[in-house]
């Protein structure tokens, strides 16, 4: 009977799930943003999205790599300069990255559009790369080819990688729900590098093994290719939601975006803790030297049982972010995206100390990387729910969405430092101290593996123990305070769609009951917390009282010092004409809305809208870009106008 009874109860839960599934598949569940067709396209076209950047990720300037080092032979010194010198150029790509982006204006949203227009020559990319006639070039034409094709996949997958990875973070202003999706579509998602994980050494078996370059012939190409097609999926099946009022412009001039990180807290919190993490860049090879090289050396298998060896535990492996995926939503729920963090560092550091101690047993060793496995899953999905939230924070703070370069000024910083961890790891430690050169058959001795191993272990446990202090002391962002954030950033956007007659329906009324529950709830939670005795409790009164305060204060937002000082500033400025400030005049919109309404019936006639709406947008941009602070200024008066009405606004909208 019970069992029946548990099969009914399992019944009852797959019959409601379909339901849901049926229910929500075009239109979100209340307070809910994302239909669950719009969830199924992003995951599903993830498959595509991974593929393609995991096989991007095989080509890389690094002795460790099997590619670069084993099937190319290349030495360890000349892919580390090479590394230091990409470093340097990638940060300069960064900046134009994400200047980009942050001025990107499309009909198709910020980020979409690059899943097109970034995936295709990524996967051609890696296709030219892997039919070059490699057996019949020279050592230096073998290391500049890499390089070259190296660099110029910098230019397109970083920006078909963000486009992704990103893509999740705007489609909800709800924080908890951005959690949900990203974890269902990295379950998903997680298909694709599963995949590669089985597929690319037992297929390789067949051809020589990884440490050769014929079968990277093969896979690269139709990993790549296909890779590119089924991430088309994301783009048509999408859309981004970023809470702006309607006439917001996406127009930051490079060096305010650049600097726009150097007073956020938060960012630097994030930014600290990774470049101590990124001393853990060598510890992955460990994998590598124990189950490719070590599994054929301690078992004596030949190179086919090798490979297909190898593609087995690596899938295997990869079971074990199952269970985190499935725990992580309950675990930001109770710990909150703060208290997860701190959870799988101290996870990790536990597990990689345990590596240590069984180094001498490969079974042993293999148990403990698949804990380490579970507790490296959970970054995947607080990395981006944790960006996320400090983006939203920078919007709240600046009133600007900064996807792109909010960290620019602290990945200057970063670039330096991820140059010296990246010196230290693979010269210092790799090839000198445990003498990997170009000698890379020497992986296949056990009294070669071990200490090497050791030592990237070690380099790895002291950058996870060190990530903890900036984090800890620096990133104090709760969940409340986002819900805050996310409610101000609504009513700063209906107060201005209601200035400029653009307002949703709706979304003056959403406004309203945001800041009265607010109002409510601040008076609730002050009654309460003199009569709480729990010290858990109260902690989470608080915690509720500050986020509450955030959005009742946003009324009396121009009557704080610093907003006083800001608008006199304002005033001075806007006392001039941008023919005295900047020597340019503001552009009238009628070109740009002659464009606009150009018949587009023909192929003739939409070449010709396009060329003119360029040429309007192009005068347009100019303006922005030189009276940047002169529009920002006007933009702050006409904010004060209706926030002085803030009564009156409010009073109309609960009158019908």
Not at 250 to 265: E, Q, T
Not at 374 to 397: E, H, R, S, V
Not at 503 to 525: I, P
Not at 646 to 655: D, L, M, P, V, Y
Request: overall charge positive; aromatic content about 12%.
């Amino acid at each position: 009977m019970k069992t029946n009874g548990k099969l009914s109860n399992a019944a009852q839960k797959i019959k409601s799930a379909v339901s849901d599934m049926k229910r929500y598949w075009k239109q979100p569940p209340e307070g809910r943003y994302v239909p669950f067709r719009e969830i199924a396209a992003y995951s599903v076209g993830g498959i595509g999205a991974k593929l393609l950047i995991n096989t991007v990720w095989m080509i890389s300037l690094s002795g460790t790599s099997l590619l670069a080092g084993s099937a190319l032979g290349l030495k360890v010194g000349d892919l580390t300069t090479l590394n230091v010198i990409a470093t340097a150029l990638n940060f300069v790509l960064n900046m134009v990255r994400g200047y980009v982006i942050d001025n990107t204006r499309s009909s198709k949203g910020k980020f979409r559009p690059y899943l097109v227009y970034m995936g295709v020559p990524s996967a051609a990319l890696v296709t030219v790369f892997a039919l070059l006639p490699y057996e019949t070039m020279s050592y230096n034409a073998k290391l500049y080819s890499l390089f070259a094709i190296y660099m110029l996949l910098q230019i397109s997958n970083p920006f078909y990688d963000q486009a992704y990875t990103t893509l999740a973070q705007v489609m909800s202003p709800n924080s908890t729900e951005r959690a949900d999706i990203i974890t269902v579509a990295t379950f998903i998602n997680s298909f694709a590098p599963s995949v590669m994980g089985f597929i690319t050494p037992a297929i390789a078996g067949f051809y020589g093994g990884l440490d050769t370059i014929a079968p990277y012939r093969v896979l690269m190409p139709v990993l790549g290719i296909s890779g590119a097609v089924i991430g088309l999926i994301t783009y048509a099946g999408t859309k981004e939601r970023i809470i702006v009022a309607k006439d917001y412009i996406p127009k930051v001039p490079f060096f305010k975006g650049l600097a726009s990180g150097i007073r956020n807290k938060y960012q630097w919190a994030r930014s600290l803790q990774s470049w101590c993490v990124f001393l853990q860049c060598g510890i992955g090879n460990v994998t590598t030297w124990y189950f490719y090289y070590g599994i054929r050396d301690v078992l004596n298998l030949t190179t086919k049982q090798q490979g297909v060896l190898n593609g087995t535990l690596m899938t295997v492996l990869s079971i074990a972010s199952t269970p985190a995926m499935l725990a992580a939503p309950i675990l930001i729920r109770k710990l909150g995206k703060r208290g997860v963090v701190i959870f799988y560092t101290i996870g990790t550091i536990a597990s990689m100390t345990a590596m240590l101690f069984t180094l001498r047993n490969i079974w042993a060793l293999y148990i403990v990387i698949f804990i380490r496995g579970f507790f490296n899953t959970f970054p995947i999905i607080l990395d981006g729910a944790i960006n996320a939230d400090i983006l939203d924070y920078q919007q709240y703070k600046t009133g600007a969405r900064l996807e792109g370069m909010l960290g620019q000024f602290v990945g200057f910083v970063g670039t330096f430092i991820t140059m010296g961890i990246t010196y230290f790891i693979n010269t210092i430690l790799i090839q000198n101290r445990y003498g990997l050169v170009s000698n890379y058959d020497d992986l296949y001795m056990q009294s070669f593996r071990e200490p090497i191993s050791q030592g990237m272990i070690l380099a790895a446990i002291a950058g996870y123990v060190l990530s903890l202090i900036p984090f800890c002391l620096l990133y104090d962002l709760t969940e409340e305070d986002h819900i805050g954030h996310i409610s101000v950033l609504k009513i700063r956007a209906a107060l201005e769609d209601y200035a400029n007659n653009n307002l949703s329906e709706g979304q003056l009324d959403e406004a309203v009951r945001l800041y009265t529950q607010a109002e409510a709830g601040l008076a609730e939670s002050r009654e309460r917390l003199d009569l709480v005795r729990s010290g858990k409790e109260k902690r989470a009164l608080k915690r509720k009282i500050k986020a509450f305060e955030l959005v009742v204060r946003e009324k009396d937002r121009f009557k704080t010092g610093e907003m006083k000082q800001e608008l006199e500033k304002a005033e001075e400025l806007l006392s001039h004409s941008t023919e005295e400030l900047y020597s340019v005049s503001e552009p009238s919109l009628d070109d740009y809305n002659r464009a606009n309404a150009m018949p587009e019936a023909t192929k003739e006639e939409r070449k010709a809208k396009a060329a003119a709406l360029r040429a309007a947008q192009k005068a347009l941009d100019r303006f922005h870009k030189k009276a940047y602070d002169y529009i920002k200024a006007r933009a702050l008066f006409k904010q004060y106008e209706y926030y002085s009405n803030w009564n009156a606004i409010f009073e109309a909208s609960k009158n019908g």
